[in-house]
């Protein structure tokens, strides 16, 4: 792989005495799209939750490794300036409930320096939104409250939040977990517009193999806190090399 | 038997609640004709030389209840909210538990000795009574309540809104006041309003500090003063009718002040939708 | 595995702690200067100052001519105290079983918000209403005929000659008091699983039964709310003051006016700029009443604790 977005070495999770991730050890190629796939409880959502350091507002967390984005070491940097490489989709719909559709957007440019006036703000706001796939549907109520959208807009308003930020890398838990399929659909295509037209690299984690299946360029197999196998998705579609990868993809576990 | 019983409980809750509605009730009837027959002068007079005819006015007190509630809240409330974020960011350090303690310590302690410490403190140095010293002792009552009802708001913001918030690369006092805080604001104006109410109706605090002024309606934070509570308190102790009859009148416009903001902050309890 | 942590960590860390460490410096200069003032009249009477009746304020301090013996007023207080979560026990117990088992969804929210209403209501405002209606109506309806009919019992054995009485006082307090006590049995009496509740109805116990068994279950909040309630009544001062009688008095009897530590307190306070030692006198009974507060809170917040299932 041509320098990875993403590489990490031995890193192990412990939350209150448990080993959640067991010496874990992968590379994530850049401007793709990764699934991290598996069964409930593999440790996925904390996998990620590693990456823009969120997972230490756990109490009782223990992390060791080494995890490198870009070439850099992440525990070496400030921690908010990690946190500003990646935006986050959580699993189910966070936008903040005092603030508008508008400022929801808004918001992720602002903490971030992405616009310096109201003309430029609003055109972030507006790209975010189409690349969201939101655009045409809140482009007249845009100061509405959030919570009149359904949860499937408010996941892609989640998105455009997130993507307000302009992040390198695009983390996704989930996220169509509670939503129904037309907008999981949306949802996808927009991961995929995202990817080519503005080479973000996206992981995404899931533990539908279907949809791991249908949307990534690369898939990381997790089970029980172990990496399984990783590798392009067209050869883990017709030939996994473990059992376990196998089993998954018939719905077994 | 079991019939008697349930009637006896009744009979016996009934009789909790009568009193209160009661005394609403008789202050009313012995308060508000007060006001009536003295109209405007009764808010805007000095009491009058019990010789006279006509008492006067409350002045004096209302002028103090505004000023040291007002003061007190300006000192309270970002001394306590503080002090709750403190305890909710970092919930294992010992100066949280210690402040937990503190908080509940000062709930529980009889308001006089709270008036007594503002007297060692602030008055017995200075030689004088004060408002100022007033609004202190009110502002130390008015803590406990404001950082009781912060805390347990925060608490009560859903996690997802503040793992989101650090998500898009906040920082820490980016993530509690733009997010955490805007989200419980409800609930934090109303232990604000309970905290005023507590204030705006403590008698014991004000003997000690702020010890009552009838010559002028407000003298200053630094000279004496009066207040609601503390002027009937005073007023009704005395053997002059024209007093009493003041402090009747001042006992319904209390009850009046009170009654408003406890509907204010029930009001309050509407929560934010999530 | 932790970096340095950032500058904006640090300066949140300890702008916040600044509030914080003031509110625990202000409790314990609450507790300091209570101790500090309190100590000249103890070196000069010793702890007989709680022990002895005698309040004689003379120009001339203490031990020569003047002495002022707190017990009278810490008899007051406690006596107003016991009356006051006797009575409001009562009323406590009636409320929760009425309000959970008995009244209607409307009812229980109506008597929910009268009761809090009760819980904030100006202390000088219950005062006032003890004076000129309570007491009075106490001293014509109860204490009189107690005293004309039964007044070998001793508590009812000396002749009430107004509605100022410390018995008056202890009623007005259980008033004042019921809500609190309220807010914790009820809340307790609320987390009983739902399963025990339904495993009594089906044994077919009869609605008296079935409470006295909740309230056997949740006996250490009510043990709690009586500590609490205790400490509650001992602290008030406003309304205790005009309904007490503010006399110097000790004995068995009830139906005499008496002093409370606080209502000594507020009524004093103005003679006692004019004789030496008499505010630390007042002092030492603000500290008194301090420990007596502190520990009875203690034991009852760790009573709460013992509630199980």
Redesign the interface.
Known sequence: MVSPAIEVRNLKVRIGGRDILKDVSLRVPEATITAVMGPSGSGKTTFLKVLNRLIELVDGVEVSGEVKVFGMNIFDMNVYEVRRLFGMVFQIPNPFPHLSIYDNVAIGARINNVARSRKELDEVVRWALEKAMLWDEVKNRLRDPPWRLSGGQQQRLCLARALAMKPKILLLDEPTANIDPVNTAYLEDALRALRRDENVTIVIVTHIAHQALRVSDYIIMFYDGRIVEEGPTEEIAINPREDVTRRFLRGEI | MDKLFTLLVVLVAVLAILPVLHIIAYITWRGLPVILSNGLSFFTDLPAAVVEEKPGGIAPALAGTIFMTFTATLIAVPLAMLAAIFSIEFPNHVLTRAVRVASRSLLEVATVLIGMLIFVLLVLPTGRFTALAGSLALAIVMIPYVYTYTELALLSVPRTYIEAAYSLGMKRSQVVFYVTVRIARRGLARGVAIAVTKAMGETAPLLFTAFGAYSVIFGGPLEPASALPLMVFQFIQTGYENWRTLAWGGSFVLLVLYLSVFIIARILVREVKY | ???RR?L??II??Y??????????V??S??LL??L??SIPILRVQGLSTYTTTTWRPMYDPPPDRAWYGLLPAIWGTMVSAVIAILLGL???I??V???EE?APRRVREV?S??????A??????????G????GPLLHKYVMSPLHSHLSIVPLFSCEPLSGATVFTAGVLLS?MI?PFMVALVQESYRSIPYTLKEAAWSLGM???EY?LLNMRMIAPSIASAIL?GF??A?????AV??VVGNAVNIGFCIFAPAYTI?SL??NQ?TESQDFPYMLNAL?AG?LI??II??IV?TIG?LMLRRVRF
């Open positions: 595995m932790t970096s950032p904006h960590d949140f860390f702008s916040l702690a600044l509030p914080a460490f003031l509110i625990v202000i409790l200069l609450l200067s209570q500090g003032m009562t009323f406590t009636a409320l079983v009425f309000m008995i008597f918000t009268i009761i809090d209403l009760m904030g209501l100006p202390t000088v405002l219950y005062g006032v209403w004076l000129a209606f309570l008033i019921t009869t609605r008296y409470v609490l400490g509650r001992s602290s008030e001062t406003a003051t005009l606080s307190i507020a306070f002092f603000g009443l301090l507060g502190l809170n917040v």
